[in-house]
């Protein structure tokens, strides 16, 4: 089967810069996904990696390192609006299967 | 083009009862997947349905079923309700199944069960 590990709880100030990890153990590999959800929203995705290395976008930043199974998110100038809960996920066959998610909470 | 459907957005039901959950896909989407979300655990995997087969099923009893219907809309459907299926139900959908396919979600049906 499959499990991804992620910390439950992250806090962060404005403007500083939070990386939430992602462990995983599957049966073969599928690249990483990345996906926010504010609270009493739809979850959205953020960001796929499907190869070792960073991939960027804006703020936000993933990286994936297939050998370790391992990956984060790194979120900087962080804002009071990025305050949510964000889920790593693979798609192993025809499903997406998350983690736990990870809630920030950011304060001024 | 128009997002995710997924109606109701709230219900409430006793114990012992049955719903159903509709969600409508974007259009031209023909994979649909269900979670229940509930708190701490994340978004768990229901059921992935493709083209009316459903192709995928989550660790979950019998009580929970699904299906797909022609127009790709799907349903999923909860019998003999427990106090523990309160939860937010979620269903995403995606153009393909390839590993970097990005899921569009709905805004979800909050079931509580009383």
Request: aromatic residues 12%; charged residues 15%.
């Amino acid at each position: 089967g499959q499990s991804l590990e992620q910390p439950s709880e992250v806090t962060a100030v404005e403007g500083a810069i939070v990386q939430i990890n992602c462990t995983y153990q599957t049966s073969g590999f599928y690249g990483l996904s990345w996906y926010q959800q504010h609270d009493g929203g739809a979850p959205t995705f953020l960001s796929y990696n499907g190869l070792d290395g960073l991939e960027e976008t804006g703020r936000f930043s993933s990286f994936l390192s297939r050998s370790d199974s391992y990956g984060y998110l790194l979120l900087q100038e962080l804002q009071m609006k990025d305050s949510a809960s964000y889920f790593c996920a693979v798609r192993p066959g025809t499903a997406l299967i998350f983690g736990k998610g990870t809630t920030l909470s950011v304060s001024s | 083009k128009a997002g995710v459907t997924q109606t109701p957005r709230y219900l409430i039901k006793t114990r012992g009862q049955q719903v159903t959950l509709s969600c409508s896909p974007i259009s031209g989407h023909r994979s649909v997947s269900w979670y229940q979300q509930t708190p701490g655990q994340g978004l768990q995997f229901l059921f992935e349905y493709f083209s009316e087969t459903q192709r995928n099923k989550g660790n979950f009893p019998g009580r929970f079923s699904g299906r797909q219907f022609s127009n790709s809309r799907s349903e999923m459907n909860v019998s003999t309700l427990e106090l523990g299926d309160s939860a937010l139900y979620l269903c995403a959908s995606s153009i393909r199944d390839r590993p970097n396919t990005e899921a569009f979600f709905g805004q979800g049906t909050r079931l509580t069960v009383v």
